[in-house]
């Protein structure tokens, strides 16, 4: 006999498909000296408290490493590659990440106000705690991400593709959502005040507090009027 078809369940329907988390299992570390923090690679690196501002690590590969109160603001790291590392308490306020590429990376307790990640591409990326004001990620792939109590308020997200993507507990007032394109994103638990670009809100889950709250700006956005 041929097997039979899942039984569908009665009631509410699924939500979104939840992120897939990181793999980051961390190797023994070496600690960093001068000469590999700028030698293009860190390979099984332990940096920490390194002073990086303004310096220039475009291209750089970061495998398998743990970045720790490292200073990097202002930082150039356009086209950097990270793999199966974490971060913690870095600060990077301004740099410059566009086209960087992020994979199984867990970011805790960052300062990444007014980061540049344009065209970036994050995928199994965990962010908890971080300040992310001004993030420019206009034109990044964010697959199965989650952003957990960071503060979002101002993020350009302007033609993002966003797939898997959690927001609980993060502050969205004022970010701009114009373009992009979602899958399975769960802004249940964000603060969703003057959003922009709320034709990027297809493919969204939010809950029925937050459609109450954004019934106004939804409802100037298509013309509707109440009386």
């Known amino acids: 006999m041929g097997s039979r ?18 793999d980051v299992v961390l190797p023994d570390l070496d600690l960093a000296d001068r000469s590999v923090l700028l030698s293009g690679r860190w ?37 950097m590659r990270c793999s199966s590392s974490r971060w913690e308490r870095v ?15 867990e970011v805790t307790d960052a300062r990444l106000s007014a980061l540049r990640l344009p065209t970036a591409r994050l995928d199994r990326v965990v962010l908890r705690r971080c300040r992310l ?17 960071c503060d979002l308020r101002g993020a350009d997200l302007t033609g993002a593709q966003l ?13 701009d959502l114009a373009g992009s394109r979602c899958e399975d ?8 005040e003057d959003l922009r670009g709320l034709d990027g809100l297809r493919g969204c889950t939010v809950d029925a507090v937050q459609l109450v709250a954004l019934a106004p700006l939804l409802a100037a956005h298509i013309g509707l009027r109440t009386l």
Request: aromatic share 2%.
């Open 5 to 22: 078809p899942p039984r569908r369940t009665a009631g509410r329907a699924a939500g979104p498909a939840p992120p897939r988390p990181p």
């Open 43 to 79: 390979d099984c690196a332990l940096v920490d408290g390194a002073e990086l501002t303004q310096a220039r690590l475009e291209g750089q590969v970061v495998l398998e490493s743990s970045v720790e109160d490292a200073v990097l603001d202002g930082a150039l790291l356009a086209g």
């Open 91 to 105: 600060s990077a306020v301004a740099a410059d990440g566009a086209r960087t590429q992020w994979a199984d990376t």
């Open 133 to 149: 004001d001004g993030v420019v990620l206009r034109d990044a792939s964010l697959s199965d991400v989650v952003l957990d109590g």
């Open 163 to 175: 797939r898997r993507v959690s927001f609980a507990g993060s502050d969205l007032t004022g970010a």
């Open 185 to 192: 994103v769960d802004l249940r638990g964000a603060t969703l």
